[in-house]
């Protein structure tokens, strides 16, 4: 697992695995009320879940967390 954060946009992308450009072939927009933001799940071509979105991360994932990730 390995998380990116977007300090400016405020958007963390955690990765489940590594990712092939081109290999989510769907994703799944969650509007998270309770988090204050939305997530969104990238899917492969076979159904799994590959990598998360948070936007509004500093709402919804540890600052410790986010402190720690690469932009």
């Known amino acids: 697992m390995r998380v990116m954060y ?3 946009a405020d958007a963390a992308m955690i990765y489940l695995r590594e990712i092939e450009v081109g290999e989510s ?6 509007d998270c009320d309770e988090a204050n933001g939305m997530i969104v799940l990238d899917i492969d071509g076979e159904g799994r879940l590959i990598s998360i979105e948070v936007i509004g991360a500093r709402n ?5 967390l986010l402190a720690l990730a690469p932009s």
């Open 25 to 30: 072939k769907h994703q799944c927009a969650v």
């Open 60 to 64: 919804g994932l540890p600052s410790e």
């Open 6 to 8: 977007d300090r400016a």
